[in-house]
């Protein structure tokens, strides 16, 4: 969450939108380049605007990951019950954050958004329409297109899980990788209907999967795979071809890290776990309310474009502050909503 919210404040500063998220550019790989010559503060400034969107993965890796073990535990499964139950939750989650946006647009520009605009939007993703297209998926602040996405994940998930259930890892691993290529294969086209493949399940399901089978077989680590990940990575931010392999290679990196480092974390750094682990019980009023609040013009520079450098650390302490009784209120909600179904 750290990662996202740092990336979502540094690609809006001057000079600083060179993320490679949803359409490829390889001029942004060379601008990152060039800004990471320039010193040690705008090396971390552009890493984190250039690889910040990385946390995303990171979300539906850990997905993948809780559904298929959440569902392993159990003997029956009632489809209707679980898909409304995450639905249910992924709504009240959206509804929080759709109000607190046009709640910013309108302290912005003192407009208000009409009744049925409102409903408009709201509809458009949670029913993931809004994911298709580009022009649609990014027409309000905030990482609204994700909440469609995960619509798309919910649904299939039961039909993945029947599907993997007698598989191997190596079969598991083939499956990645044939998926890997499909996309290496789709994107162009895509790309030039301006629709945004990374914004829909079929780019994601390397690393949704990737994830799934993480519950089902654990993880060893193999020096051969994190070769071969971080070659992909790396021809990836120069060639289109390998763009849409990057995120389940970075996947696999960061698990491979995660899985080297976890018992060193664990055993040194007990103050570090806990206040991530606080971090963690806000997050997800974090992620709904980071993007909106940073297009406040308290936040912008002279020019009222791009965002101040100097204002981070107060857009910092108002996030973290907001998020506290917003994470209260999506907690009553969601408990609510649960009793009356």
């Known amino acids: 969450m750290t990662w996202i919210v740092l990336h979502n404040y540094f690609h809006w500063l001057p000079g600083l939108g060179i993320e490679n998220e949803f359409f490829f550019n390889e001029a942004n790989f060379l601008d990152y380049i060039d800004g990471v010559l320039k010193g040690f503060k705008s090396t971390l400034m552009y890493s984190f605007a250039y690889f910040g969107h990385f946390g995303v993965q990171i979300f539906i890796l850990l997905s993948g990951y809780g559904l298929h073990a959440e569902r392993k535990n159990k003997e029956g499964f009632n489809y209707p019950v679980y898909f409304l139950g995450k639905a249910r939750k992924l709504a009240i989650l959206l509804l929080i954050g759709m109000i607190f946006a046009f709640l910013v647009r309108y302290i912005s520009t003192g407009e208000w958004v009409s009744a049925a605009s409102f409903l408009q939007h709201l509809v458009l993703r949670i029913t993931s329409i809004a994911n298709f297209q580009k022009q649609t998926v990014f027409d309000v602040a905030g990482p609204f297109w994700f909440f469609g996405l995960m619509i798309q994940l919910y649904l299939i998930f039961p039909a993945i899980y029947q599907a993997m259930k007698r ?66 990575f790396i021809l990836g931010q120069r060639h289109e071809v390998f763009f849409t392999s990057t995120f389940i290679a970075l996947s696999y990196i960061l698990v491979h890290s995660y899985a080297l480092t976890r018992d060193c974390f664990k055993k040194h750094l007990p103050s570090f776990n806990l206040a991530f682990g606080y971090i963690g019980s806000i997050s997800m009023a974090i992620f709904i309310i980071n993007g909106p609040l940073r297009t406040l013009p308290l936040f912008k520079d002279s020019q009222g474009e791009k965002l101040n450098p100097e204002m ?30």
């Not at 914004?199 to 089902?216: E, N, R, T, W």
């Not at 981070?312 to 909600?333: D, E, G, K, Q, R």
């Open 312 to 341: 981070f650390l107060t857009f910092t302490a108002i996030l973290l502050i907001l998020s506290v009784p917003i994470a209260h209120i999506y907690t009553y909600l969601n408990k609510l909503a649960a009793r009356k179904t």
């Open 167 to 232: 598989t191997s890892p190596v079969f598991d691993t083939c499956i990645i990788m044939a998926l890997s290529i499909i996309n290496a294969l789709l994107y162009p086209w895509l790309h030039a209907h301006d629709v945004p493949m990374m914004a829909l399940f079929i780019g994601q399901m390397p690393v949704f999967i990737f994830g799934m089978a993480l519950s089902k077989h654990g993880f060893k680590t193999n020096r051969h795979l994190l070769i071969s990940s971080v070659i992909l």
